[in-house]
């Protein structure tokens, strides 16, 4: 039963990234039910494969509505516009590979973990930015003049979910990690 649930969870976290292309307002919540699927799997003894608590998935349940609702929340044509999320998904996942890093420098767990989400979320800045280096994404750049109010629309509308959608495949990665070094050492 465990693979079953590992691999469903695999297939739901790969569905999300999808979805970032397709319809980004529901690829938080595939994200979270990949979350929550791999919270359900147990070793033969009981174990939990990795370590998901109840917190844990109160938390990203809230921050997974939340998103929701403020994509949501969007005029249709941005939350329907597919500009610039490539850009920012890669921001986040080259983010999210670098928040990872900080296995190498933390003492402790929580602070991998708020490495991973900022590395994360400046990723998804990073990216935005990368956009608006592109011809396309000129109108939205720094020295536009409006900056400013297309960073906070846009940033609501696309960056937001990509962010929680990455940083919840980076909570198993972290859990994954700190798993497999307390068992190997």
Known sequence: MATFLIILSCLLFATALGLVSVRITLAPACSYLG??????????????????????LFGWLCMTIIVMVATIMQPPPLRRSKKGTGYILLGAITGLAVGLLGFSFASTLSLVYGTMIVATAAGCFFGFLLYTNTPEGQPMAIRSGNFYNCFVRYFLAKAFPIAITVMQMGVVAVLLIAVYQNTHS
């Open 35 to 56: 979350l929550l699927t791999l919270s359900f799997a147990t070793t033969p003894e009981g174990y939990p494969v990795v370590p998901i608590n109840s917190t844990i």
